[in-house]
C-alpha cells in the first residue's frame, strides 16, 4: 500500500468527533501557550503531558492533541511578537523585526492575518514533505544494526544537545546527567541495583515523566515568574481587519521560499525553528534586495520567518518518527509521550504502527485548517488572554502539573521528586547548562546500553565493531560534525539575530 492510500486511512480515522474535538482543544491550547512570552511549544506540551494520562486518552487521541498543542504553540508565538514586541519563544523572534512596526504603524490584524496564512503555508508544505521523505527514511533505516543505532543514538545527543548550548562542556555534562538518571534502578541483567541508595521507590527507576515535568514546566515557570512577574508593556490595540486578498499573494513566493527552506532546516537534527526562521528571513532579504524594506514593517518580513519555523517544526518530526532521533525540544518531549505509551519511534514505527502513524499526519493536515481559521477571526479571543497578568495564569498552570503528575501513580514520592527536578532545572538553566540533552539523555539511554551491550556480544567484546560498517562511519562523522558545527553556528544565529532585534530597537 502506498503513501497515498494510507494517508487517506489516517484521515478516515481523524475524521471521527472525538479525534476532531481533541485536535481543536489542542489548537486553541497551543495558540493560547504560544502566545504567553516565554513559555513556548516544548514546556507547554510537558505540561500537558500528566494531564493526558489522567484523562485516560488512546494513544491516538493523547498524540493528536500534544501535535496539535505543538503545532498551536508554533502559530501563537507571532502574537506577542507582533503586539509586545515580544517573541513567544525564540524561533518568533524574527518576526517582531517587522511584525512590530506594522503593529505601530495600525496595521497589527494585518500582521496578524498574514503571518497566519504564512504560518499556514509553512506547516502545509512541511506535512506534505513528512509523507513524502518520511517513508522512504523509514524503509533505509530498516538496514541498521546495534552498532548503527549506537552511533544513531550518539549523533542524537550530538546534534540536538549543541544547538541548545553556547558551551560543549556544559552539552556532555547534561547529557552524562541525564544516562545517569537513566540507570537509576535495577540492571535488568544483572539484577544489580544502581543509585538506589536502599531507597525503595527508586529500585523500579525513575519515571521520565516526572523528570520531563520538573525539568521542563517547572523550571520553565521559576524562570518565568522570575522575568515576567513585575514586568508589564502596552499591548498595541488591534484595528479591524480589512482583508486583502493582493495582500496574501504579495506574501506567496516570500512563504513559499521560506517553507522549503524551512523544512530542511527542521529535518536536520538539531537544526530546529530558530534555525528555520532566521535563515529565511535572511534570504529573503538577499532575494528582494533594494526592492524591500525589512526592519521597517515589509509584511514579507512577517510572512518569511512564519513560515520557515512553522515549516522546521513539522520537519523535525521527519527524524522523531523515522529515526527515534528528535529534531528539536519539543520533539524530544513529544518522543518521551511515544515511549511512555510503549511505541517505539525508528523504522519499525511505520510498520508495526502504521495507523496510529498516519492519524496523527492526517491530524496534522486538519489542525493546520483549523488553526488558519481560528487565527483570523477569533484573534481578538487570544489578544484579550494574553492580557491577564502572568501572576493569574502560572498558578494555575502550576496545579495542572502537579495535579496530572499525582492522577498518573498515586505517590507523593514522584511529586517531590517532580519539585526537586523542577529546582534542579531551574539552577541548570540559570547556569547556562541545557535540560533537552538531560532528557534526551534519560529517554535514549536504556536502548543505547541495550544496542551497546548486544553489539559487544556479537563481536565477543570487540570495541571495534561500532566503527566496522561504512553505515556506522557515515553516522558517526556526521555525529561528530553535529556536535562542533552547532558550536560555530549557533553562537552566529544568536549574535546575528540579537543584532538584527537591536537594530530594530534602536529604530524604534
Same mark, same amino acid.
Given at each position: 500500500?502506498?503513501?497515498?492510500?494510507?494517508?487517506?486511512?489516517?484521515?478516515?480515522? +481523524?475524521?471521527?468527533?472525538?479525534?476532531?474535538?481533541?485536535?481543536?482543544?489542542?489548537?486553541?491550547?497551543?495558540?493560547?501557550?504560544?502566545?504567553? !512570552?516565554?513559555?513556548?511549544? +516544548?514546556?507547554? *506540551?510537558?505540561?500537558? @503531558?500528566?494531564?493526558?494520562?489522567?484523562?485516560?486518552?488512546?494513544?491516538?487521541?493523547?498524540?493528536?492533541?500534544?501535535?496539535?498543542?505543538?503545532?498551536?504553540?508554533?502559530?501563537?508565538?507571532?502574537?506577542?511578537?507582533?503586539?509586545?514586541?515580544?517573541?513567544?519563544?525564540?524561533?518568533?523572534?524574527?518576526?517582531?523585526?517587522?511584525?512590530?512596526?506594522?503593529?505601530?504603524?495600525?496595521?497589527?490584524?494585518?500582521?496578524?492575518?498574514?503571518?497566519?496564512?504564512?504560518?499556514? @503555508?509553512?506547516?502545509?508544505?512541511?506535512?506534505?514533505?513528512?509523507?513524502?521523505?518520511?517513508?522512504?527514511?523509514?524503509?533505509?533505516?530498516?538496514?541498521?544494526?546495534?552498532?548503527?543505532?549506537?552511533?544513531? =543514538?550518539?549523533?542524537?545527543?550530538?546534534?540536538?544537545?549543541? #544547538?541548545?548550548?553556547?558551551?560543549?562542556?556544559?552539552?556532555?555534562?547534561?547529557?552524562?546527567?541525564?544516562?545517569?538518571?537513566?540507570?537509576?534502578?535495577?540492571?535488568?541483567?544483572?539484577?544489580?541495583? /544502581?543509585?538506589?541508595?536502599? #531507597?525503595?521507590?527508586?529500585?523500579?527507576?525513575?519515571?521520565? #515523566?516526572?523528570?520531563?515535568?520538573?525539568?521542563?514546566?517547572?523550571?520553565?515557570?521559576?524562570?518565568?515568574?522570575?522575568?515576567?512577574?513585575?514586568?508589564?508593556?502596552?499591548?498595541?490595540?488591534?484595528?479591524?481587519?480589512?482583508?486583502?486578498?493582493?495582500? *496574501?499573494?504579495?506574501?506567496?513566493?516570500?512563504?513559499?521560499?521560506?517553507?522549503?527552506?524551512?523544512?530542511?532546516?527542521?529535518?536536520?537534527?538539531?537544526?530546529?525553528?530558530?534555525?528555520?526562521?532566521? @535563515?529565511?528571513?535572511?534570504?529573503?532579504?538577499?532575494?528582494?534586495?533594494?526592492?524591500?524594506?525589512?526592519?521597517?514593517?515589509?509584511?514579507?518580513?512577517?510572512?518569511?520567518?512564519?513560515?520557515?519555523?512553522?515549516?522546521?517544526?513539522?520537519?523535525?518530526?521527519?527524524?522523531?518518527?523515522?529515526?527515534?532521533?528528535?529534531?528539536?525540544?519539543?520533539?524530544? *518531549?513529544?518522543? +518521551?509521550?511515544?515511549?511512555?505509551?510503549?511505541?517505539?519511534?525508528?523504522?519499525?514505527?511505520?510498520?508495526?504502527?502504521?495507523?496510529?502513524?498516519?492519524?496523527?499526519?492526517?491530524?496534522?493536515?486538519?489542525?493546520?485548517?483549523?488553526?488558519?481559521?481560528?487565527?483570523? !477571526?477569533?484573534?481578538?479571543?487570544?489578544?484579550?488572554?494574553?492580557?491577564?497578568? !502572568? /501572576? =493569574?495564569?502560572?498558578?494555575?498552570?502550576?496545579?495542572?502539573?502537579?495535579?496530572?503528575?499525582?492522577?498518573?501513580?498515586?505517590?507523593?514520592?514522584?511529586?517531590?521528586?517532580?519539585?526537586?527536578?523542577?529546582?534542579?532545572? =531551574?539552577?541548570?538553566?540559570?547556569?547556562?547548562?541545557?535540560?533537552?540533552?538531560?532528557?534526551?539523555?534519560?529517554?535514549?539511554?536504556?536502548?543505547?546500553?541495550?544496542?551497546? /551491550?548486544?553489539?559487544?556480544?556479537?563481536?565477543?567484546?570487540?570495541?571495534?565493531?561500532?566503527?566496522?560498517?561504512?553505515?556506522?562511519?557515515?553516522?558517526?562523522?556526521?555525529?561528530?560534525a553535529g556536535l562542533i558545527l552547532p558550536m560555530i553556528i549557533g553562537p552566529i544565529l544568536r549574535t546575528k539575530m540579537k543584532q538584527a532585534t537591536f537594530r530594530d530597537d534602536i529604530s524604534d
Amino acid at each position: 500500500m502506498n503513501s497515498f492510500s494510507l494517508l487517506m486511512d489516517g484521515f478516515v480515522n +481523524a475524521l471521527t468527533w472525538q479525534t476532531l474535538l481533541f485536535a481543536l482543544i489542542g489548537c486553541i491550547l497551543g495558540t493560547l501557550i504560544g502566545a504567553l !512570552p516565554g513559555l513556548g511549544p +516544548a514546556n507547554g *506540551v510537558a505540561i500537558l @503531558i500528566p494531564l493526558v494520562f489522567s484523562l485516560g486518552l488512546n494513544p491516538a487521541e493523547s498524540l493528536v492533541l500534544l501535535t496539535s498543542v505543538y503545532a498551536g504553540a508554533m502559530y501563537g508565538g507571532r502574537i506577542s511578537s507582533i503586539l509586545l514586541n515580544i517573541p513567544g519563544d525564540e524561533p518568533a523572534l524574527m518576526t517582531t523585526l517587522d511584525g512590530y512596526p506594522m503593529a505601530k504603524q495600525g496595521k497589527a490584524a494585518e500582521a496578524l492575518m498574514l503571518s497566519a496564512v504564512a504560518s499556514f @503555508i509553512g506547516s502545509l508544505i512541511a506535512t506534505i514533505g513528512l509523507v513524502m521523505l518520511a517513508p522512504l527514511l523509514a524503509k533505509a533505516a530498516l538496514q541498521f544494526g546495534s552498532p548503527e543505532y549506537v552511533a544513531l =543514538y550518539v549523533l542524537a545527543f550530538a546534534a540536538l544537545g549543541g #544547538i541548545t548550548s553556547q558551551s560543549l562542556a556544559k552539552t556532555l555534562i547534561a547529557t552524562a546527567l541525564g544516562l545517569m538518571i537513566a540507570t537509576i534502578g535495577i540492571d535488568k541483567n544483572t539484577s544489580t541495583p /544502581r543509585y538506589t541508595f536502599d #531507597i525503595l521507590e527508586l529500585y523500579e527507576g525513575i519515571d521520565f #515523566i516526572v523528570v520531563l515535568v520538573g525539568m521542563f514546566a517547572i523550571s520553565e515557570l521559576l524562570m518565568f515568574i522570575e522575568a515576567h512577574n513585575n514586568s508589564s508593556k502596552d499591548m498595541i490595540k488591534v484595528n479591524k481587519l480589512r482583508f486583502s486578498f493582493k495582500e *496574501v499573494v504579495h506574501i506567496l513566493p516570500t512563504s513559499l521560499r521560506g517553507s522549503f527552506l524551512g523544512f530542511l532546516a527542521g529535518v536536520l537534527p538539531g537544526a530546529g525553528a530558530s534555525l528555520g526562521s532566521f @535563515i529565511s528571513y535572511t534570504l529573503e532579504k538577499k532575494v528582494l534586495g533594494k526592492k524591500g524594506h525589512f526592519g521597517t514593517g515589509d509584511p514579507r518580513g512577517v510572512a518569511a520567518p512564519e513560515a520557515g519555523n512553522n515549516a522546521a517544526a513539522n520537519g523535525a518530526l521527519v527524524p522523531m518518527l523515522t529515526l527515534g532521533v528528535p529534531g528539536s525540544g519539543t520533539t524530544a *518531549v513529544l518522543l +518521551a509521550m511515544l515511549v511512555s505509551l510503549n511505541i517505539t519511534p525508528g523504522p519499525m514505527l511505520f510498520q508495526q504502527n502504521a495507523d496510529l502513524v498516519w492519524t496523527i499526519i492526517a491530524a496534522l493536515f486538519i489542525g493546520n485548517v483549523m488553526l488558519l481559521v481560528l487565527n483570523i !477571526p477569533m484573534i481578538g479571543f487570544f489578544v484579550k488572554i494574553l492580557s491577564i497578568p !502572568p /501572576r =493569574y495564569l502560572m498558578p494555575l498552570v502550576t496545579i495542572i502539573a502537579i495535579l496530572g503528575i499525582y492522577s498518573i501513580s498515586h505517590s507523593l514520592m514522584d511529586i517531590y521528586l517532580m519539585i526537586g527536578f523542577g529546582v534542579f532545572g =531551574y539552577f541548570m538553566r540559570k547556569l547556562g547548562v541545557p535540560v533537552v540533552p538531560i532528557i534526551l539523555g534519560m529517554l535514549l539511554g536504556p536502548d543505547l546500553e541495550t544496542s551497546l /551491550r548486544h553489539s559487544l556480544m556479537i563481536s565477543d567484546g570487540n570495541w571495534l565493531i561500532l566503527w566496522q560498517s561504512p553505515l556506522a562511519i557515515g553516522l558517526w562523522i556526521v555525529a561528530i560534525a553535529g556536535l562542533i558545527l552547532p558550536m560555530i553556528i549557533g553562537p552566529i544565529l544568536r549574535t546575528k539575530m540579537k543584532q538584527a532585534t537591536f537594530r530594530d530597537d534602536i529604530s524604534d
